[in-house]
């Protein structure tokens, strides 16, 4: 059998410069985001969603199940809807009531299955479920647009595009369980199925049928139809705090794997010798689409706000670089991204997600590879001296911070004791610090650093003299080979922004519309413009989605 030859690509973006919070808090989704290539799947699985149980009453209060074959395997999920009194609904994690709950259940629920999740999947955490459900969600209503859209219904009318616009989304989730919480199937027990093997491929068509139901819900309750360009333009909306942000800490060689796979991808096309017409097109329309939606993203924080100015100035200017003649020299995606730096992050970005979006045929197989089948491991045998030389290439970052000054230090992670969910307090005025969480990874390894012996002293005979060193020294080793693997900032530090990690993570979901409520949690939007249940054979046009009502 004769062997592939990859295509050709420039150097990797290095990851001294991609792995810094401010560039990961300018991330943009791509067609590499999980979302997406969950859409190119179930499209090219012919998938067919069917709602077979539709138990729902007129005020909206009921519940319903939807049905799909996809990769050979049957799913379904079971949505309940309930009345839920407007002073028990929050987005916070306290929560103990939302206005819907959901359980993405592996197969055709019979009616003994779904009156179990019918009776246990609103009280989400109090409950406990079985092997058979994949997913556990809840997500609330967003009152005012949820009571427009039905009473526009309700008057023989279609909803105010403005309103559809400027929310987005007619609810939104505030948590997607998987991998074995609270009792649901753990994530290896889908992993080797069709479809199922990427990274949250179980979580994202869950988001994916939870927006489909909240379209049905609507026009249930408004006795109408939405317009198929309102539909498509209504996503799903979701709260994320600090729960999500310790998760590309705690697992390093998936966040490689991810990144790698992004950076080989803008790599690939920045080598590709010259544009045809059709993508030449493409990318000119994109440009277009990308202004009217950096016009529609509209946010009250006033530092996301700022950021989102300076990219609609310097749209304009990067747009007027893309002339025809630029774009029809020699390797024009490598001089545009080159050409970039001159500008803001957020603009630097933004270009190379855009300049991914033509060239699927190249990149979209990179996809395969975003799971990874590493796990860290310690090497005892590996001399003092060779650990030490890794420190030295890898982590001047870590050992250039002087961790005993307060603004060094200023911050700890620690878990709450009520709800078990991440937090981040002040050292320097609040309690708890020495119950603080091992985030504090560039610390770790300047005290590892500061006590290790530069000679042929092997590193498991240096461990058992100083075992507080061991899952330092672990994470060296095993990020010698997976270098996208660190964000290489100070996690403790007086400037470290956890939204940053918050959104680095969620373009990786395919989310958009970051919606900053405080520098620790966001609001974004999933699933907008993506198909609906019965387009998906048009599943991958939906980059930056903007308004067409």
């Known amino acids: ?51 077979p149980v539709w138990h729902v009453d007129e ?57 179990r999740i019918v009776a246990t999947a ?14 556990l969600s809840r ?25 559809i616009r400027d929310t987005g989304y007619l609810m939104r989730t505030t948590a997607v369980y998987g991998n074995g919480k609270f009792g649901i199937a753990d994530r290896g027990h889908i992993t080797d199925r069709p479809g199922m093997g990427g990274p949250f491929m179980a979580e994202m068509l869950t988001v994916w049928l939870i927006r489909g139901f909240t379209h049905d819900l609507a026009e249930h309750v408004g006795g109408g139809t939405l317009s198929r360009e309102a539909k498509r333009h209504l996503g799903i909306g979701n709260s994320t705090g600090l729960g999500m942000a310790p998760f590309l800490v705690n697992h390093p060689l998936l966040l490689d794997a991810w990144m790698s796979v992004r950076e080989t991808a803008i790599a690939r096309v920045r080598a590709i010798k010259r544009l045809n017409e059709d993508q030449i097109g493409r990318i000119y329309d994109l440009v277009i689409r990308t202004a009217q939606y950096l016009a529609e993203w509209n946010v009250p924080d006033k530092i996301a706000a700022d950021r989102i100015d300076i990219m609609r100035r310097e ?15 020699d390797q024009p995606i490598d001089r545009i991204i080159t050409e970039s730096a001159r500008r803001s992050i957020d ?83 609040e309690p708890g610090a020495e119950l603080e969480t091992p985030l504090d990874i560039g610390r770790q390894v300047k005290a590892l650093a500061g006590e290790l012996t530069a000679d042929n002293t092997l590193v498991g005979q240096f461990l058992a003299q100083h075992p507080q060193h061991r899952a330092a020294a672990r994470r060296v080793q095993s990020l010698a080979k997976h270098p996208y693997g660190e964000i290489r900032d100070n996690l403790i530090g007086a400037d470290c ?31 907008q413009g993506a198909p609906l249940f019965d387009e998906l054979d048009n599943a991958d046009d939906c980059w930056l989605p903007i308004a067409t009502i």
Request: net charge negative; with cysteine.
């Open 1 to 51: 059998m004769k062997d592939t030859v990859p295509p050709p690509q420039m150097p990797l973006r290095p990851p001294s410069a991609v792995m810094r919070l401010r560039r990961m808090g300018a991330a943009f989704p791509t067609r590499l985001s999980f979302l997406r290539t969950l859409m190119r799947a179930l499209a090219t699985d012919n998938v067919k969603v069917a709602r």
């Open 59 to 115: 005020a909206g209060f009921g519940h319903a199940v939807y049905t799909l074959c996809f990769g050979g395997y049957d799913y379904a999920l079971v949505a309940v809807s309930t009345d839920l009194p407007p002073d028990m609904r929050t987005d916070r994690v306290i929560a103990t009531a939302w206005d819907t709950a959901y359980v993405l259940y592996d197969g055709i629920p019979d009616q003994t299955e779904i009156d």
């Open 122 to 135: 609103p009280l989400q955490e109090a409950a406990r479920f079985t092997a058979r459900d994949l997913v």
């Open 139 to 163: 997500a609330n209503k967003s009152v005012r647009l949820f009571d427009h859209v039905t009473d526009a219904l309700k008057a023989g009318k279609q909803p105010d595009p403005t309103k």
């Open 315 to 329: 749209w304009p200017e990067f747009a007027a670089t893309l002339t025809p003649e630029a774009l029809s020299a």
């Open 347 to 429: 603009t630097q970005e933004l270009i190379a997600a855009l300049m991914l979006e033509p060239f699927g045929d190249l990149i979209d197989g990179l996809t395969e590879c975003m799971a990874t089948p590493f796990v860290p491991e310690l090497d005892p045998a590996m001399s003092c001296a060779d650990l030490a030389t890794l420190i030295d290439c890898d982590w001047d970052w870590a050992c250039d911070v002087d961790y005993d000054a307060p603004a060094e230090c200023a911050q700890f992670w620690y878990v709450s004791e009520e709800k078990l969910e991440p937090r981040l307090g002040n050292r320097h005025a």
């Open 497 to 527: 922004l956890p939204i940053d990690i918050l959104r680095c993570k969620l373009a990786f979901f395919g989310a958009g519309k970051f919606d900053p409520k405080s520098d620790r949690w966001t609001r974004i939007t999933l699933a």
